[in-house]
């Protein structure tokens, strides 16, 4: 199977996997979200990682992982929707390795590359460095160990420039700008939906 569109960068793969599921978002069936495309979406994510570097096999592991498990328990409850109401009868939302506390920690990786397209595209941020640290700090080190936090930050200064990376993503500044855009409006609806399948469990947020 492919997941290229016309343009056939991974980028544009990912944009292109994020409207669909914006879309069925946006459908207004509160159950609408499908695991598996939902799956499909978030595992183009990790080619990312590849244009990281070394530093960042273990992000790209735990997070890999995370998306797996929820693949393999697509066959089984098929929805978004269906893991949390598991999870709550059985009281396990939050244990380790559970499938809604693995849905909330995908949640937090397609938030973080939001933040960090925004910054990336933000004239303030003069590198990828910076860009990719702030984003870290806004959306994923709250909820991260101090040992994790220290070996995100360590593994910061391996980051490859701007230019390099555009390069390995095959796009231009026009074009990655294009595609980035396109991403951050797409995953909003997406990430907002996945909050209100906690919250309106009455689930707070602060994990
Ligand atoms: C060009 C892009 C540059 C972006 C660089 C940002 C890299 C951030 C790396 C974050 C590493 C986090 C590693 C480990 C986190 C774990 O503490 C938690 C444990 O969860 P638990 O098992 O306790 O429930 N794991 C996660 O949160 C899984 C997802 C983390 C990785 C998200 C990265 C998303 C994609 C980054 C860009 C490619």
Known sequence: ATFEDANGTPLSAIAEAFEELSKSVKS?????LQLKPFCEACSLVSVLFGSLGIAFKFAEYEYCSKVRDLVEASEIYGTLHNILDID???DTVKTPGSLSRNLRRVRQGI????????NFLC?????????ASTAYAQVCAPYHTWAVRTAVSAGMCALPTREQLLLKLNETDESAEKEMRRYIKASHPVIEYIDKLYVSRNICLDW
Do not use: C, P, Q, T
């Not at 207004?28 to 609408?32: E, H, I, L, T």
């Not at 938030?111 to 925004?118: G, N, S, T, V, Y």
């Not at 004239?123 to 860009?131: P, R």
């Open 111 to 118: 938030d973080l590359i939001r933040a960090l397209f925004e």
């Open 88 to 90: 709550v009868r059985n």
């Open 28 to 32: 207004g069936n509160s159950n609408a």
């Open 123 to 131: 004239s303030d941020y003069f590198s990828l460095k910076e860009a």
